[in-house]
């Protein structure tokens, strides 16, 4: 990709009026009832985000990866292998306001519903998967799948609102969720009739990445097939 092109191909309507948000969407040869909200991680709409949503289109899926940062960082695009680059992403982590993330869940929502999609899943990694669980909880999306998803432990009182299957996946050496942490989401979301949590012995956050180190080859293609037979099922 050219320093002058951008990583997202469209925009789609913020809610209420806040302006519009750089997406990236690939779709798939035919139309589609059935779509899918990639969320990112901290590191913008970069190329593995772009292949995950290359990918769902593939398997028949309309795919849509909102710019999470574009409201103070547009255009972003990092690599978490280079500390400079992984630095810069947790500024802007901190910078975030999940509560306005969450509302442009609903926007992309809305914009692949009138695209058409009455079936809709989301599936989120680091920040992402926070969101993915906040939009079970929060919008009426169809099926929800967090990876590696960061604070959920803080967010559990919501948890009765989560009216959709939710599925996450839990890498039980993730060095930015304690155990601690990942013991008070088992307590509260395993009795969940409509969670599913998954645990990864030994993982670290970002096994799913797409490539990178931080790829661990048979625990990604465990998490993305039980993700695939997910989305398979439930956005039936």
């Known amino acids: 990709m050219s320093a002058n092109e951008a990583p997202t ?10 302006g519009d948000i750089p997406a990236y969407v690939a779709r798939p040869d035919a139309d589609s009832a059935r779509a899918i909200i990639v969320i990112p991680e901290i ?3 970069n190329a ?11 398997l028949g899926y309309l795919a849509i990866a909102p710019d999470i940062f574009w409201r103070f960082a547009p255009g972003i695009e990092l690599d978490p292998d280079v500390e400079a680059e992984m630095n810069e992403a947790l500024g802007y982590f901190g910078q975030f306001d999940p509560d306005k993330g969450v509302k442009d869940i609903e926007a992309a929502i809305r914009w692949l519903r009138a695209a058409g999609a009455d079936r809709i899943g989301c599936v989120g990694f680091c920040l992402g998967g926070r969101l993915a669980y906040m939009a079970a909880a929060r919008t009426d ?12 432990d803080t967010m559990l009182n919501e948890s009765h609102a989560i009216s959709n299957p939710l599925m996450l996946h839990v890498p039980t050496a993730d060095h930015f969720v304690s155990a601690e942490a990942q013991a008070k989401m088992h307590e509260a979301l395993g009795p969940h009739p409509k969670v599913t949590l998954h645990d990864y012995q030994g993982l670290d ?3 799913a990445a ?27």
């Open 9 to 18: 191909n469209i925009t789609i309507p913020a809610l209420d009026g806040e």
């Open 43 to 45: 590191f913008g709409v």
């Open 48 to 58: 593995g985000i772009r292949k995950k949503c290359d990918d769902w289109a593939a």
């Open 141 to 152: 999306i169809d099926a929800s799948v967090g990876y590696y998803g960061v604070m959920i």
């Open 205 to 207: 956050h970002g096994f």
């Open 210 to 236: 797409t490539s990178g180190d931080r790829r661990d080859e048979a625990g990604a293609q465990l998490a993305d097939g039980r993700t695939r037979d997910f989305f398979a099922k439930h956005l039936a």
